[in-house]
């Protein structure tokens, strides 16, 4: 049943359409003509649908400047349409300067505008969305607005150059710090990294880092156009996207298509398989299960470690593979990719895409995979590309991307190096007589979503400075925080439960064994229960350091990372939710 038959309301195409603005403009008492003259809704605009334009560019987030450039062209296509565009303003989200993490603030984004679609005249919503957080935070809304709804990505940064190769966001960055601490980068060098750095463009990371991935989730979910991900931000084919997804929403207000109509199980566990042959952020192992929270489906970890199993390595971007995302771009993008996977049973190609068209039907016409987008017979590497393991260290799971892992680390076990504090790790990694060896295992923890608050990318601890300047590149490192979706190494990552909420990490000590048996999905604490238990008595929670406002109410609500860190109250539709109105 429709939304519209539902309602008993006549929604349909044509100007005849009733849809929710009508609630505020009918009339001819004095309410209504006053959000008449508030929208300046004229007699010729009756029955046009109100499309809000969540405007998240911001002097603070550059990854989303580039909206500024397609803004009208989005406006253009739903005026053409027949829609009335109305831009409002958003919380951005930029990665690079929100302390402690912009994770902290993807909850209330989120909350922000499935309120404001709540409370004001809207028909539809175009979410622009392109930084890290702002993607699952724009998905989370639709999933839980009842209104149709589209993403519009604000494409990929441009690649400076560094002795004369293109320079991949973040991964690079990191190469060259551990250079920098091992005394080959030296400070002239360090200094012109920052130069060619401030020559990018403004977009997201051009790596197949969290804002990629999150791209290529939303279009996987059918909440972006096909086509999206990786398209260059100073590019005329961004403006064509802008302009298409202007009249895409105002078609799917006139047919009443919701995004509940497109985000489904099989559609959700397709974006879990492209997760795994792209070599995905980890991040978005936790933004897809906070989109799963909210409707109802299924994403255990131990449903998603069954996904990935079979996925093999089938796209070359950094950091698994080489290439920068605009080459997958040019490459096909996920169009070409689903033509690889779809014939190998890797994907439901039934799922409908934003566009409508069902994702086996346009994957058809796309370009062969070549090049930075293999077949399934010719893979980067076999799979699986992620996993999730479980143990006494982590009853509720953990994650590992094994693709961007040390293979001769998948099997180990090594004694416990213990970081509690993110700025005391920092000062210790680098103090040249910290006692650690290449085979032990640094455990770095608080830093859960409940811990810091906000779950930072503070998981992949540097290797000590001592072991890399004699060589050593990898250690096994186990974390309740996460990593950057540009970051590699053995890293296992999100481990739950927390060690702030008590989870068996805070009672780890130095020397303790952890073993990590990627075979058969283990992580563990090989300290027998009594010892832990007598532990448990002496250890206390520890003290909060938030006192008030949003990240005080954050601590309070915020669920672990298989709950994908949303705040208690927002997951499973409520019956509220059903005809999306205030009472
Ligand atoms: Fe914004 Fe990477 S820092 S996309
Ligand atoms: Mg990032």
């Known amino acids: 049943m429709s939304a ?12 005849a359409a ?19 003259v508030a929208l300046r809704v004229g007699p010729h605009d009756r029955g046009r649908p109100v499309i809000g334009i969540a405007d998240t ?23 053409e349409a027949g829609g009335i565009p109305v831009r409002f303003p958003a919380m951005s989200l930029g990665e690079d300067l929100m302390k402690p993490s912009a994770m902290l603030y993807r909850n209330l984004l989120a909350i922000e505008l499935e309120e404001n679609a709540r409370a004001h005249p809207l028909d539809g919503l175009v979410l622009l969305a392109n930084c890290d957080k702002t993607v699952p935070a724009a998905l989370m809304a639709a999933a839980s607005v009842e209104l149709p709804s589209l993403l519009l990505l604000g494409g990929a940064r441009s690649a400076p150059r560094l002795d004369g190769r293109p320079l991949g966001s973040g991964t690079d ?21 920052e130069r060619v750095l401030s020559c990018a463009g403004p977009g997201s990371c051009n790596t197949m880092g969290t804002a990629s991935t999150m791209a290529l989730m939303a279009e996987a979910l059918g909440m972006a156009l096909p086509g999206s991900t990786g398209c260059p931000s100073a590019d005329g084919e961004l403006a064509r996207l802008a302009h298409a997804t202007g009249v895409q929403v105002v078609r799917q207000v006139q047919q009443d298509q919701l995004p509940q109509h497109r985000l489904t199980q099989p559609a959700l566990d397709n974006a879990f398989r492209l997760l795994a042959a792209v070599g995905g952020s980890t991040n978005a192992v936790v933004h897809l299960a906070a989109v799963a929270g909210r409707l109802g489906l299924d994403c255990s970890l131990e449903r998603v470690d069954r996904l990935w199993s079979d996925v093999p390595l089938l796209v070359d971007v950094e950091p698994c593979g080489t290439r920068l995302i605009q080459d997958f771009h040019q490459a096909g993008g996920l169009l070409s990719l689903a033509a690889a996977m779809i014939p190998a049973g890797l994907l439901h190609g039934g799922v409908a895409t934003a566009s409508g068209a069902p994702l086996a039907d346009i994957a058809a016409a796309a370009p062969a995979p070549s090049g930075v987008i293999r077949t399934v017979a010719e893979p980067l590497r076999p799979g699986p590309t992620l996993a999730a393991v479980f143990g006494t260290l982590a009853p509720s799971g953990a994650v590992i991307k ?6 001769d680390l998948l099997q180990h076990s090594g004694r416990a190096v213990v970081f509690d504090d993110y700025k005391e790790m920092r000062v210790r990694l680098d103090d040249e007589d910290l006692a650690v060896d290449p085979e032990d295992v640094l455990v770095v923890r608080g830093c859960g979503p409940v811990g810091v608050p906000g779950m930072p990318e503070w998981g992949m601890a540097p290797i000590p400075r001592r072991l890399v300047a004699a060589g050593v590149r990898d250690m096994v490192r186990v974390t309740d925080g996460r990593m950057s979706g540009t970051s590699f190494g053995t890293v296992v990552l999100h481990v739950a439960p927390e060690a702030a909420v008590g989870g068996a990490l805070a009672l780890v000590r130095d020397g303790d064994r952890i073993t990590l048996d990627l075979e058969r ?4 604490l090989e300290v027998d229960e009594p010892e832990l ?5 002496q250890t206390d929670p520890p003290a909060r350091q938030h006192l008030r406002g949003w990240p005080r109410h954050y601590q309070e609500h915020v669920l672990q990372a298989p709950q994908g860190c949303d705040l208690d109250y927002l997951t499973g539709p409520t019956p509220e939710s059903r005809r999306f109105v205030h009472p």
Not at 57 to 79: I, T
Not at 402 to 407: G, L
Not at 521 to 524: G, K, N, Q, S
């Open 4 to 15: 519209s038959e539902r309602d008993g309301e006549g929604r349909g195409e044509g100007p």
């Open 18 to 36: 009733r849809y929710r603005s009508a609630e505020w403009f009918e009339g001819d008492d004095e309410v209504a003509v006053l959000n008449r």
């Open 57 to 79: 560019s911001s002097g603070l987030n550059p990854c989303n400047a580039a909206f500024e450039l397609v803004l009208p062209e989005l406006e253009r296509g739903v005026r």
């Open 173 to 193: 960055l990191w190469r060259l710090l551990e250079q920098r601490r091992a005394g080959l980068v030296d400070a002239e060098k360090w200094g012109e990294v």
């Open 402 to 407: 094994t693709a961007a892992a040390s293979p």
């Open 521 to 524: 999905r283990r992580l563990d």
């Open 533 to 537: 238990d007598r532990r448990r008595q």
